[in-house]
Structures are given as structure tokens and as C-alpha cells.
């Protein structure tokens, strides 16, 4: 009887495992949020370029797109770095939408008493982030495909389709709506994942909380500071 079962193994694998329960999926959300805020930042950094004139920002751009020369082939990397993002995006929202139908289906009835009001950015996360996900097409239609772009794209001129996309009211209302958006998915974000991660302990709850607010802030003002600029004439 042992000889016929042997080399069978129904047990489900790590990934499937991981995969198919609540914790894995938090886990998951977690990981792939912390890869989009950790390139949030960087995107952030490089967008402020803009304000030492057109040479540095081109220039920017133009490294960007040579990085890990000779290594690599000219815009491999800046392929590899969107390929991970791209897959990160898909598995946070992937996850988010199951972790959510769940939530539904444990609770398909109303609480009979009203539960106590989450924080505002607790609340929105789900509207926030189908704004960021509409903003992220138009984002990408609009500076890297030049398809949505207005006055006419200009490839190797990133400077000059900056100014044109906050040159006009609906670039400037599209983006600044989607970064408060993002302010407040990365304040709440940031400190879900801690928690789901191990790192949000009693002890270092106000020191998260104090950060994730200082992260969301400091997005908030940096990516809004260049339609802002462009606005006011500082960037033309």
C-alpha cells in the first residue's frame, strides 16, 4: 500500500499556498506597493530636474534610457524597470480586488450597528485607486506614446512636452487629482504594509504613521510642484 502511494504528494505547493490565502495576498499587496513607492520616489527626484532648465532635464531623460550601457542595449533597462512595474501594478490590484470580494463575502449582510468611521484615506483607497490606474494610462498616452499629448509630441524633447501638457487646464486638473489620490493611498498604503509585514509593533506605531504621512506629503508636494511651476511661469 505504501509502494502505490509513494511519489504522490497532494499537499498544494508554497506558492499556491501563499498565493490562495488572505495573508498571502496582504503580503503580496505589501511587497508590490513598497516596489511602486520605492520608484515613486525616484520618478519624484528626476521630475524636480526640471527646474534647473531644459539641458538638465533632457539630459536626465536622455541617461535614463542609456543606463547599463555597455552592459546593456540601449533602454533595456528603463524596459526591465517598467516590466517590474508593470507586474507589480497587476498583482497590487489584482489583490486588492480579491482581498475586497472576500471582505463582501464574509459580511453579505449589513452590519446591524454602524461601524465606527475608518480615516479618510482608509475609505477612499479603492475609488484612489481606480483614479491612479486611469491616470496611469493617460499619463502614459500622454508623455511616452505622445498619442494624447497636446500641440504635437516631440520625441527627445521631454522638457517641451511637459510645459505643453501643463500648459492646459485638463493636464493640470488630471494631475494634481491624481496626486492627492496618491497622497492618500500612500499615507494609508504605507502603514498597511508595515503592519502586514511584522513591522508595525505598538512601539513604532507613531513612528510609522509620522512616516507614512511625511512620505505622503513630500510626493504630494514634489509631483505637484512642476504643474504648479509651469502654471506660475517659474517653467516655461
Not at 511625511?214 to 509651469?230: M, R, Y
Request: hydrophobic share 50%; charged share 10%; aromatic share 10%.
Amino acid at each position: 500500500m505504501a509502494l502505490a502511494t509513494r511519489g504522490t504528494d497532494h499537499r498544494p505547493s508554497m506558492t499556491r499556498t501563499l498565493w490562495g490565502s488572505t495573508i498571502g495576498k496582504k503580503t503580496v499587496m505589501a511587497v508590490s506597493g513598497l516596489i511602486m513607492l520605492g520608484y515613486l520616489v525616484a520618478h519624484m527626484l528626476g521630475n524636480l530636474k526640471i527646474f534647473f532648465g531644459p539641458p538638465e532635464f533632457n539630459g536626465y531623460a536622455h541617461w535614463l534610457r542609456t543606463l547599463g550601457e555597455p552592459v546593456l542595449h540601449y533602454e533595456w533597462a528603463l524596459w526591465i524597470v517598467r516590466t517590474v512595474l508593470v507586474v507589480a501594478v497587476v498583482l497590487h490590484a489584482v489583490c486588492a480586488y480579491q482581498l475586497s470580494r472576500r471582505d463582501i463575502a464574509a459580511r453579505p449582510s449589513k452590519y446591524v450597528h454602524k461601524r465606527p468611521r475608518a480615516a479618510y484615506a482608509t475609505r477612499t483607497m479603492r475609488w484612489g485607486g481606480i483614479i491612479l490606474a486611469l491616470f496611469i494610462v493617460w499619463h502614459i498616452l500622454d508623455l511616452t506614446t505622445g498619442t494624447a499629448h497636446p500641440g504635437g509630441f516631440q520625441p527627445g524633447h521631454p522638457y517641451q512636452n511637459v510645459v505643453d501638457t501643463f500648459s492646459t487646464w485638463y493636464g493640470n486638473a488630471i494631475y494634481i487629482t491624481a496626486m492627492l489620490a496618491l497622497g492618500l493611498h500612500v499615507q494609508h498604503g504605507f502603514w498597511s504594509a508595515a503592519q502586514t509585514l511584522g513591522a508595525g509593533s505598538a512601539t513604532r506605531e507613531r513612528a510609522l504613521k509620522t512616516t507614512a504621512t511625511a512620505l505622503a506629503v513630500a510626493l504630494t508636494a514634489g509631483f505637484i510642484a512642476v504643474p504648479v511651476a509651469v502654471m506660475t511661469g517659474v517653467v516655461s
